[in-house]
């Protein structure tokens, strides 16, 4: 290879190394390969596998999501939609202009039906005045993204303070007040889950309202969110992603000289986990925020500055689970889209700290009905914080038990839900892969 110039580049233009080969490092590399600047391009991928938490498997008959689910805000200012529209993954209702147009604040939607702890049907009428309550009370705290200061640090502490406000001035029974900081409490869990976080305490309200809401109403991919993916891999020149790769140190800010390329000077070096390194005079770095936390201290040399080692320490990364349960027959009604289990006893404004053992199903938030898979019905929990993460200590069959006892519990006073039979369990974790488990 000739000797390059006084800038240290190769003849055909910089190596780049984009190390990650989630949706990130994907774009990045797709974005570069449309550039005749960068012919030496290749993406690091540490498993055997691109698309990162974008994984779909196939399971209970169909496709399940057990990594990323929806695409929020689909709408043409949304890059993912507009792949995903371009390769053809999405359907005619999807795509409507109808659709793209739909304003939901970044909310969830109502649920289909609410069931109490005790096996009480609560009316929509009451959970959507307290969804209007709630939404409205984190809407209103986009108003101090460019405040000088905040009434109080965290969102969590500021929806307490104005739902204090308005329970004030309620004028119903007991029962009825306590009922609906219950459903007020499910939509904090839920909250949290969209936010993954164990609390709302843990949010900051000043940058809360950095997020952009885009117009859209969410939507799936009807044969699997990996689609997306798959099809970005092949728009990549053969080659360009090498799999199995996990890269231990960037060696940046230097003069590196490489035997393969003799005469040529590298502002990086990368040093993969099997020894071998990679000269690059460009490195996009794309792993997940969990990664850098864990392996900041050796992960870069020289260190980063001390501004963003102190941002990546800063930024909260927390743990969301999923929980697919099949059933013989549904117990739902054939329109139900989301089942929302409310605990009479709880409120938000108050922090009784149970032992997780025996409360960690209180945090999880309901279950999302999934499009019926021919004759196989799929119910989809959500869970997040610590509760998920103890969760993770059980065994698959104790998950499923009491999981099946709750479903039970919420449920049997309810005509739909008779004959239901839970017969199989697929649990997830964002940070493990997924197990099947047959139960009774």
């Known amino acids: 290879m ?11 233009g910089p190596r780049v190394l984009v190390v ?55 709408s043409r200012g949304n890059p993912v939609f507009r792949l995903a529209a371009e390769y053809g993954l999405l359907g005619e209702k999807e795509l409507s202009e109808e659709n793209q147009l739909v304003e939901t604040g970044g909310h969830v939607g109502l649920p ?16 959507a005045e307290m969804a209007t309550l709630f939404y409205g009370l984190i809407d209103q705290t986009r108003e101090f993204l460019q405040a000088a200061e905040t009434p109080v640090p965290s969102v969590g502490e500021y929806l307490r303070k104005e739902i204090s406000q308005h329970v004030a001035g309620w004028r119903e029974d007991e029962e009825t007040k306590k009922l609906k900081l219950a459903v007020l409490n499910a939509f904090f869990n839920l909250e949290c889950c969209v936010s993954g976080t164990h609390s709302m305490d843990l949010v900051a309200l000043a940058p809360f309202g950095e997020y952009t809401v885009l117009p859209g109403l969410d939507c799936t991919f009807s044969k699997g969110y990996q689609g ?19 890269v231990k140190t960037i060696h940046w800010n230097g003069a590196f000289q490489e035997a393969a390329f003799p005469g040529e000077t590298f502002p990086v070096s990368v040093e993969c986990e099997d020894g071998d ?64 289990v409310v605990w009479e006893d709880t409120s938000p404004l108050e922090d009784p700290a149970p032992a997780l053992r025996d409360a960690w199903f209180r945090k999880l938030i309901g279950f999302v009905v999934l499009p019926a898979f021919g004759s196989v019905h799929v119910l989809c929990g959500f869970i997040a914080g610590l509760e998920s993460e103890f969760m993770e200590t059980l065994s698959d069959e104790e998950v499923l038990l009491c999981l099946t006892q709750v479903l ?30 047959e139960g009774g």
């Open 408 to 437: 039970q519990r919420v449920t049997a006073p309810d005509p739909v839900c008779r004959g239901s039979h839970t017969s199989d369990i697929l649990l997830h974790d964002a940070r493990g892969s997924a197990v099947g488990v």
């Open 20 to 74: 990650g080969g989630g949706i990130a490092g994907l774009g990045a590399a797709q974005r570069l390969c449309c550039h005749s600047a960068f012919p030496h391009l290749r993406v690091l991928e540490a498993t055997a596998r691109a698309g990162g938490r974008i994984r779909s498997e196939c399971s209970f008959g169909g496709v399940v999501e057990v990594g990323a689910h929806w695409i929020h805000g689909p």
């Open 228 to 246: 997306l993916t798959n099809c970005m891999m092949a728009s990549l020149p053969e080659n360009t992603v090498v799999f199995e790769k996990p």
């Open 2 to 12: 000739e000797s390059t110039g006084g800038d240290g580049k190769a003849p055909g």
């Open 112 to 127: 289909s039906v609410t069931y109490t702890s005790s096996g009480v049907r609560v009316s929509l009428q009451l959970v």
């Open 277 to 340: 390194r990679l000269p690059a005079h460009h490195v996009i770095v794309t792993v997940p925020l969990g990664f850098l936390k864990e392996h900041l201290d050796t992960f870069f040399d020289p260190p980063l500055p001390a501004e963003k080692a102190e941002a990546i320490r800063k930024i909260g990364f927390g743990t969301n689970n999923k929980i697919f349960l099949e059933f013989e027959e549904p117990f739902w009604e054939p329109d139900c889209q989301l089942i929302q």
